[in-house]
């Protein structure tokens, strides 16, 4: 009877060495892209601004509350307010904050002249930004 040889042929060894090449790759695109962005990242001009004490930072835009009731009557700040008035206020406003916004409300069944008259009066004193004020419909209720 013959068996064969009991001794086995030595099989590959794992490999226990890391391959470099896939690393040295990425290394080096990593490296190409810091090339080229790191001049992006420091291209901003150096200046050296004046110190003021009167330099303060820019205050937010004002609004004016501008009101119209179902007669056509303006009420400014909720106060009563005839146009000769009205114009003086708004031109106050606006010589005092060009960017001062009115926000207008004015009720549903006022004419449409009366508005856009008092927006012309806005828009003459040297304001134009103008806001109109609604209320939102309540939500439908659902059955």
């Not at 896939?22 to 001049?39: E, G, K, N, S």
């Not at 003021?52 to 930072?57: D, L, N, R, V, Y």
Request: cysteine-free; aromatic content about 4%; glycine content about 4%.
């Amino acid at each position: 009877m013959s068996f064969g040889r009991l001794e086995r042929t030595a099989s590959a060894q794992p490999m226990s060495e890391i391959n470099m090449t896939p690393l040295i790759d990425v290394m080096l695109v990593l490296l190409v892209i810091f090339i080229i962005t790191a001049p992006l990242m420091v291209s901003a001009v150096k200046v050296e601004l004046p110190q003021t004490e009167g330099a303060q930072a820019a205050e937010a835009p004002q609004f004016v509350s501008l009101a119209l009731d179902k007669s056509g009557q303006a009420y400014l700040a909720d106060q009563p307010i005839a146009l000769p008035e009205l114009a003086d206020a708004l031109r106050k406003s606006a010589a005092q904050n060009p960017l001062t916004e009115v926000q207008l409300r004015a009720d549903a069944s006022v004419p449409y002249g009366r508005v856009v008259e008092v927006m012309g009066l806005a828009h003459a004193a040297g304001l134009s930004r103008i806001g109109f004020v609604a209320n939102p419909e309540p939500p439908a209720a659902t059955p």
